[in-house]
Structure formats: structure tokens, C-alpha cells
């Protein structure tokens, strides 16, 4: 994770693979505007070349403009669209459907054995899979292991304090979401 405090003098930080999960009124006390706020953000793609890829919320209109006016030479995919990662299906079987921009072969991982609460969790373990893909065929051009990214969903579980279930009671599900550090966090 890096902060947009960091990006503000990002130096000669190069990620290959590189996601914004989200951009919310956070932090505008010290950037002045959402449009200066997801600038900030964007700079994490300055330095990428056409191998690398960034990653963006696809309903995001100002961050897709912001990404086009960055000079970023990193290839486009969206969370929660085409090329990108998707998550479809019922509860219950939900899967993430990953297409990188870049020529790999499309996946599909199941995402059933995911046991957290909240459709973003899933967006997030789907945004997790597409960014390991991603650096797997960045770096093993001879392909990854789709086996090794299923067998990793049922590992992955929410942190502590975000989105825990702690208990039921009396047909009433507790949960420590005791992390969320704002409106729209504690809503999700």
C-alpha cells in the first residue's frame, strides 16, 4: 500500500502492477480538491512503461481522466471491468473473471471459498488475483498456475477488525469493523 502522501514526492518509484481501489473525499485537507486528491494518486503510475499495468475503479470517470493526462506509458485494466477483473455470479458461487491487457489468457477463479462479508471484500480478493496474475506473466512469461491462485482463495480471510465476524446473538450477527476510517468504509 502507498499512501498519496507518498506519491506526492514519489522519486523513482516504479511499480509493475499498480491498483486504486477507490478514490472517496479523504485527505482534503491536505490536497485541497478531489481533482488534486486523485492526481496524487495517479503519480503511482508515472514511471510505468507499456509491461506494466495500472489498475483503476471502472466507474471512476475522474481517475480514468486523470490516468489519460498522467504521463504513465502503463497499459489500462479496470476493477470491475474489461480488461480487468469482474466478479460475477450468485451468492455463494461468485467467481472473479480476470482479463489482463496485455495477452495472457484469460481466467476465471472461483471465488466460493472466500468466507467475508461485504461485495467489496470479493471486489478486493478478485483485485488481488488480477494483480498476481499480472505480475506472474510479467515476470514468468512461460505462465502461472491458475491451480495456485484458486488454491490461494481459501486462504485469504478479511484482517482483524475489518468486517470480523465476532459472534451471533439472539439472530443478530456481530461484527468488529473497528478499522473503518470513514463513511463510506463503515458502510461497505
Avoid at 506494466?52 to 485494466?77: E, K, M, W
Avoid at 461485504?118 to 480478493?125: K, Q, S, T, V
Amino acid at each position: 500500500e502507498v499512501s498519496s502522501y507518498q506519491m506526492e514526492l514519489p522519486g523513482s518509484f516504479h511499480p509493475r502492477v499498480g491498483l486504486i481501489t477507490n478514490l472517496t473525499p479523504d485527505h482534503l485537507e491536505r490536497h485541497g480538491s478531489m481533482e488534486e486528491y486523485g492526481a496524487a494518486k495517479c503519480r503511482m503510475f508515472s514511471l510505468m512503461t507499456d509491461e506494466d499495468v495500472a489498475v483503476i475503479p471502472s466507474d471512476d470517470t475522474l481517475l480514468r481522466r486523470l490516468f489519460n493526462q498522467a504521463p504513465s506509458g502503463a497499459r489500462l485494466a479496470f476493477l470491475g471491468g474489461t480488461p480487468g477483473v469482474q466478479v460475477s455470479g450468485d451468492k455463494g458461487d461468485l467467481s472473479a473473471q480476470i482479463h489482463l491487457p496485455h495477452g495472457s489468457p484469460d481466467i476465471t477463479v472461483s471465488l466460493s471459498s472466500l468466507r467475508v462479508l461485504g461485495a467489496h471484500n470479493f471486489l478486493n480478493a478478485a483485485a488481488a488475483l488480477m494483480l498476481t496474475q499480472a505480475l506472474i506473466s510479467l515476470l514468468r512469461p512461460q505462465g502461472g498456475t491458475y491451480q495456485a491462485l484458486q488454491a490461494a482463495v481459501s486462504l485469504l480471510q478479511a484482517p482483524p477488525h475489518r468486517m470480523q465476524v465476532v459472534g451471533e446473538s439472539g439472530g443478530v450477527l456481530w461484527v468488529n469493523d473497528s478499522k473503518a476510517t470513514n463513511v463510506e468504509s463503515s458502510m461497505a
